[in-house]
């Protein structure tokens, strides 16, 4: 079994080739187009098995803002942004933000930025029970340490609040490791 040094180097080593796709796939306009055709960025979010769209229904009746979180986005805008017809925030959070943003910069972009942060320390970003969705798809390579990324850590469960587990949300919900 690898130590997490190991594992953290390997991963390291990952990191030209997981950015040379993304510049690559943006710098082309036909791929670019294909992708934001595929993006549900500026359109209704939507989920497979939960209704996330009366959720988040739920959260802004009570909040003036839901705070939601799209861990490990890399470029791909997969997350809709759009709830009852209104766009509401997301925090895209990625470990390669500051490659991924130049990425945006220098193909002028018009997308929300992405800030850093990773799946097993997101309590370094965010406080306990600051988050009200938590939403991790594909995003096992955008990990140091996957295990800890898709096991449901007490990390991710610690950033959600409290009020998203008693709307018919699973305290942590995420596409591969509902908590």
């Known amino acids: 079994m690898e130590n997490s040094t190991e594992q953290t180097r390997r991963w390291l080593k990952g990191i030209p080739y997981e950015v040379a796709f993304w510049r690559s ?30 959720f988040v229904r739920s959260l802004t009746a009570e909040a003036d803002e839901p705070l939601i979180l799209d861990v490990g986005c890399a470029l791909s805008y997969m997350f809709g942004n759009i709830f009852d017809g209104r766009e509401v925030k997301i925090d895209y959070i990625d470990p ?29 970003s965010y406080a306990p029970d600051s988050a009200d969705f938590i939403h991790i798809r594909n995003a ?35 596409r591969f490791s509902p908590i």
């Open 25 to 54: 796939y943006y710098s082309s306009r036909k791929r670019r187009k294909r992708l934001f055709e595929w993006s549900l960025y500026g359109k209704p979010c939507s989920l497979d098995n939960f209704d996330i769209q009366t």
């Open 140 to 174: 096992l390579d955008h990990c140091t340490d996957p295990p800890a990324g898709s096991d449901g850590s007490k990390d991710r469960r610690d950033c959600l609040s409290e009020s998203s587990s008693g709307r018919g949300c699973p305290r942590g919900l995420s």
């Open 96 to 124: 390669l933000a500051m490659f991924y943003n130049r990425i945006l910069d220098d193909f002028s972009i018009d997308r929300p930025r992405i800030r850093f942060g990773m799946i097993e320390q997101l309590s370094a």
